[in-house]
Nanobody, 119 residues
């Protein structure tokens, strides 16, 4: 089964930091463009940041200067470093990626990881 697995979420105080990871399973040969999305209760999902296979990054305005997306292609893992967290960053964070599998390229979502920022 093709899988992306997020980890690193948790409860943190405002101003704190977390690092989220999105790791690809062994059945994924490589990952292309990856996006981190988030969805707060009662809200629509929104793109937080993305990174291409070549390392080009893009950020939503509300996280610029606070979050950094990076990737380790050898480990097939993408990270989201989150600094100076705010209560409004509270959400379930998901990674989404184009992944290469035995059956070709497909788009895949992880199961999500909860981030809660207390004031």
């Amino acid at each position: 089964q093709v899988q992306l697995v997020e980890s690193g979420g948790g409860l943190v105080q405002a101003g704190g930091s977390l690092r989220l990871s999105c790791a690809a399973s062994v059945r994924i040969f490589s990952i292309g463009t990856v996006g981190w999305y988030r969805q707060a209760p009662g809200e629509q999902g929104e793109l937080v940041a993305s990174i291409t296979s070549g390392g080009h990054t893009n950020y939503a305005e509300f996280v610029k200067g606070r979050f950094t997306i990076s990737r380790d292609n050898a480990k097939k893992t993408v990270y989201l470093h989150m600094n100076n967290l705010k209560p409004e960053d509270t959400a379930v964070y998901y990674c989404n990626a184009d992944v290469a599998t035995h059956y070709g390229w497909k788009n895949s979502w992880g199961q999500g990881t909860q981030v809660t920022v207390s004031s």
